[in-house]
């Protein structure tokens, strides 16, 4: 959809009076769902007024967090929004937008950690790893089956029908072996 701007500087969008905007670098008319998706893609953008040039960025992404929250399940919770609110013109305000950057910069850390761990997890897990042989053998099985004899076998055999054979064999003895390990 929408793409980085050339050499890596952000898209620049331009929001008109009728409150419709549009992307400068595909020429075309956008909505706030099609900003959410850039945000989701990690497209850099900057939303500007067309008339005075002044940034709306941030009004823009709060304006879309507000629709995402009134739209679907609910990510901020009251007490949550409450605490921020009193934060305005508290002596700690200035403190709150790092601490927040740095909060969730942590969280996105530990969500990726958490993802290789389950990825590790189940490669490592031997069930995971049956699975995945069955599913072999059931992909080596179903290709035995398809009709592609090769020419010139008077046997009507589909080359290398044996060996596949064999192997599967062994795959299944591997597994009746493994299976039996498991159940003591």
Request: glycine share 4%; net charge negative; charged share 25%.
């Amino acid at each position: 959809m929408a793409q980085q701007a050339k050499d890596g500087e952000a898209v620049i969008i331009k929001k008109y009076a009728n409150r419709r905007l549009y992307n400068t670098s595909t020429s075309s008319y956008i909505t706030l769902d099609h900003l959410a998706q850039m945000v989701k893609d990690n497209v850099d953008f900057q939303v500007i007024d067309a008339k005075t040039g002044a940034d709306l960025t941030h009004t823009i992404l709060t304006q879309i967090i507000m629709e995402e929250e009134s739209a679907g399940e609910q990510m901020l919770p009251t007490n949550f929004l409450r605490q921020l609110i009193s934060m305005y013109g508290n002596s700690m305000q200035s403190l709150l937008p790092g601490y927040l950057e740095a909060s969730m910069e942590h969280f996105r850390e530990n969500q990726l950690k958490l993802r290789k761990a389950i990825e590790d997890s189940i490669g490592a897990n031997p069930l995971a790893q049956i699975a995945q042989r069955n599913m072999e053998m059931f992909k080596a099985a179903a290709a035995a089956f398809v009709p592609a004899a090769t020419p010139g076998r008077e046997d009507g055999k589909v080359a290398g029908e044996s060996d596949e054979l064999d192997t599967l064999r062994q795959q299944m003895a591997d597994m009746q072996k493994k299976l039996d390990q498991l159940a003591k």
